[in-house]
């Protein structure tokens, strides 16, 4: 019985797993060698230069992946931040770098005023304006949990050509997005600006299960390789931002994003799976194969590597 479930789930485009129990090693920084690997192919290129754009900076600090880069590197770049007492520590904790530019806004589809909800603080709790959010219900249920009422800010909007426009950026590197359930928006925004980034890093943990598919979707429409691990996102537009080959050669090895269930260029009825992890092997001309399946019948078809 549990294989014709099974088999019936299949032809209606679903796929039953056990669950397994959660592991406690820790996840693979998926961000830091995607960079590095952009980064070893820029200079290759003779290009040294680095732009970056940031929404939902916060204050620099907390729950931070940006901060090491731009006080290692010192990064040019443009940080959003829409909550007026996070942007003023956000301005003052990167005093030291000057290259920086800083917005006070919030990013929205059209240039304007909108409103952005925050627990009001008050003494004995410490600082929420990282749960800040453009969605008073999620907010209110927060704030309930620290005994403390919703506020309600009054703030610029922006869209993403306003604000690309405004610094004359004609080229990014990465985009950082930490947008409390709204990542998947400022993508898309993105997405239809002028220019597009080389790499994507966004939560993808507080989006609905379809939001996050769309997502996916459609970064895989322009070329961007996808994997997800734990809560976070990251979308690598590997072959067209610097000519790369489908393969990314990483310090001796191979590590491969696959467009995570987003396959193109099959025929009529053809279903494509792609593995949701990176994948590393050996690489000096031995490693054998890609993993992924593409056919009618779902079998496994493993294609040779190019090293």
């Known amino acids: 019985m549990k294989l014709v479930i099974q088999r ?38 003779g290009d040294s230069d680095f732009f970056f754009v940031q929404i939902g900076a916060n204050d620099g600090i907390s729950v931070d992946p940006m901060r090491p880069y731009i006080l290692k590197h010192h990064w040019r770049g443009i940080l959003v931040e829409p909550h007026p007492a996070a942007f003023a520590r956000l301005v003052e904790n990167y005093r030291a770098e000057p290259q920086l530019a800083f917005e006070n806004a919030a990013i929205a589809e059209h240039d304007g005023v909108t409103f952005l909800y925050s627990p009001k603080h008050r ?10 959010s453009f969605d008073r219900a999620a907010v209110a249920h927060i704030s309930r949990q620290y005994g403390t009422v919703v506020e309600e800010l009054s703030l610029p909007a922006l869209s993403i050509q306003s604000l690309l426009a405004k610094h004359s950026v004609r080229s990014i590197d990465l985009v950082q997005i930490d947008a409390e359930g709204f990542d998947d928006r400022i993508v898309a925004m993105f997405l239809r600006s002028d220019v597009l980034p080389a790499i994507f890093h966004f939560e993808t943990g507080s989006l609905p299960p379809e939001r996050y598919r769309t997502c996916l979707d459609l970064l895989a429409e322009f070329d961007y390789r996808i994997v997800t691990v734990g809560l976070d996102a990251v ?34 009825g053809q279903k494509a799976t792609w593995l949701s992890q990176p994948i590393f092997a050996q690489g000096n001309g031995t490693c054998g194969f890609s993993v992924g399946s593409d056919s009618a019948s779902g079998t496994d078809q493993r294609r040779k590597c190019p090293c």
Do not use: C, M
């Not at 406690?24 to 200079?43: G, I, Q, T």
């Not at 696959?258 to 396959?263: F, G, L, Y």
């Open 123 to 132: 003494a004995g709790i410490g600082d929420l304006t990282l749960t800040s």
């Open 235 to 268: 979308a690598y537009r590997q072959g067209k931002s610097l000519g790369a080959a489908p393969f990314s050669t990483y310090y001796g090895y191979h590590l491969e994003f696959p467009a995570t269930d987003a396959p193109r260029h099959h025929s009529a």
């Open 8 to 45: 019936v789930l299949k032809r209606l485009g679903y796929e039953v797993r056990r669950l397994r129990p959660p592991s406690k090693a820790p996840l693979l920084n998926v961000l830091s060698l995607v960079v590095e690997d952009y980064l070893r192919r820029k200079v290759e290129r």
